[in-house]
């Protein structure tokens, strides 16, 4: 099999695949209602005081 045969038969699959990844039919994603009015960072300050003690703790036992 020579060069040019095997870049043909590339083609080719690769043609095919293509037709075949474009033919599927991707639903669309379910639309979700609203949750309404849920913070973010509501536990941003928690988890910083929680950190800043640890490492006082931390820095307290290691002298």
């Known amino acids: 099999m020579n060069i040019q045969n095997k870049r043909l038969i590339v083609s080719i699959l690769f ?3 293509s037709f075949v990844c474009m033919a599927q039919k991707v639903p669309p994603p379910p639309i979700t209602p609203p949750v309404g ?3 973010i960072d509501g536990g941003v300050l928690l988890g910083a005081c929680f950190a800043v003690f640890y490492g006082i703790k931390k820095l307290l ?3």
Request: hydrophobic fraction near 45%; avoid cysteine.
């Open 61 to 63: 036992r290691n002298k």
């Open 15 to 17: 043609i095919l695949i």
């Open 37 to 39: 009015d849920a913070p």
